[in-house]
T-cell receptor, first 112, second 116 residues
Framework: DAKTTQPPSMDCAEGRAANLPCNHSTISGNEYVYWYRQIHSQGPQYIIHGLKNNETNEMASLIITEDRKSSTLILPHATLRDTAVYYCIVRVAYQGAQKLVFGQGTRLTINP | GAVVSQHPSRVICKSGTSVKIECRSLDFQATTMFWYRQFPKQSLMLMATSNEGSKATYEQGVEKDKFLINHASLTLSTLTVTSAHPEDSSFYIC????????????FGEGSRLTVL
């Protein structure tokens, strides 16, 4: 799986949009970009994933650059409960047994 | 959404004893489950891939005789930490993917093991 690079930490004000970047310059054509988050002392939570097109769900939006070498996770109106470590992972989908390998992630702190 | 449940959520044991952690997929079948370990302020480290009806696949550096994994059914995988020592104290997390459906993995709540 391609390696990802994320800033170790970020801060954002409550109510503002939180934009979390991820670099994945070695991504392959069949690899998807996945985002998970982990709130302290809990299991990771799936947020969103995408291949080429931008994606949006009830939790967040995922913007993938045209060359697919980087992406941004956007939490449109951050709340205090969004404070967590956010992991960007690239991997091939459609392989049931393929493992998910976590990097160090970005520790996002939402400030009141 | 799909739910993965772990039990126990917290366990404290004496050094030298064995501890079993269960991972259940509550509303779906999972042919493959994954076990992770997480030390404080560190990322999740994949330990092994648990396959229903066959032997688990362990990551490099993970002792298979130390961390016994059994995946006897499509909804249950167990991790047994044998002869636990204080250095085995960690947060253990399992995950599973819905059989036949690709995409996201669902994670359990985690089990915090403290070995005295």
């Amino acid at each position: 799986d391609a390696k990802t690079t994320q800033p170790p930490s970020m801060d954002c004000a409550e109510g503002r949009a939180a934009n979390l970047p991820c670099n994945h310059s070695t991504i392959s054509g069949n690899e998807y970009v996945y985002w998970y988050r982990q709130i302290h002392s809990q299991g990771p939570q799936y947020i969103i994933h995408g291949l080429k097109n931008n994606e949006t769900n009830e939790m967040a939006s995922l913007i993938i650059t045209e060359d697919r070498k980087s992406s941004t996770l956007i939490l449109p109106h951050a709340t205090l409960r969004d404070t967590a470590v956010y992991y960007c992972i690239v991997r091939v989908a459609y392989q049931g047994a393929q493992k998910l390998v976590f990097g160090q992630g970005t520790r996002l702190t939402i400030n009141p | 959404g799909a739910v993965v449940s772990q039990h126990p959520s917290r366990v404290i044991c004496k050094s030298g004893t064995s501890v079993k952690i269960e991972c259940r997929s509550l509303d779906f079948q999972a042919t493959t489950m994954f076990w992770y370990r997480q030390f404080p302020k560190q990322s999740l480290m994949l330990m092994a891939t648990s396959n229903e009806g066959s032997k688990a696949t362990y990551e490099q550096g993970v002792e298979k005789d130390k961390f016994l994994i059994n995946h006897a059914s499509l909804t249950l995988s167990t991790l047994t930490v044998t002869s636990a020592h204080p250095e085995d104290s960690s947060f253990y997390i399992c995950s599973a993917r819905i059989q036949g459906i690709t995409g996201e993995l669902f994670f359990g709540e985690g089990s915090r093991l403290t070995v005295l």
